[in-house]
Nanobody, 122 residues
Framework: QVQLVESGGGLVQAGGSLRLSCATS????????MGWYRQAPGKQRELVAD???????NYADSVKGRFTVSRDNAKNTMYLQMNDLRPEDTASYYC????????????????WGQGTQVTVSS
């Protein structure tokens, strides 16, 4: 199986910034769309941002203008720059690699990382 490892989470005050990374070791990284999702306790997992291998991006309305997703295919790594963080951003953030070149609703064919915790204090 493809291994996805998130890092960069932590505790930050409201208004602060964090950068998450998702590293993977796979020969197909450059072909597949990837995404960031998050899940707070008691809530469903929700999309944060998607990015294709050609850097076409898609953002949830709640993070537009604050978060930026990017990827470095040569390093097999995807990033999420999070600025102006708010307490409602508190969640476990998960990296996803889609089974196709495009993004959409996750399926059983897609693969998830283990998650990294982001906590925003007020």
């Amino acid at each position: 199986q493809v291994q996805l490892v998130e890092s960069g989470g932590g505790l930050v005050q409201a208004g602060g910034s964090l950068r998450l990374s998702c590293a993977t070791s796979t020969a197909v990284f450059s072909h597949n769309a990837m995404g960031w999702y998050r899940q707070a306790p008691g809530k469903q997992r929700e999309l944060v941002a998607d990015i294709t291998a050609s850097d076409y991006t898609n953002y949830a309305d709640s993070v537009k203008g604050r978060f930026t997703v990017s990827r470095d295919n040569a390093k097999n790594t995807m990033y999420l720059q999070m600025n102006d963080l708010r307490p409602e951003d508190t969640a476990s953030y998960y990296c996803l690699i889609y089974a196709s070149s495009w993004f959409g609703k996750p399926t059983g064919n897609d693969q998830w990382g283990q998650g990294t915790q982001v906590t925003v204090s007020s």
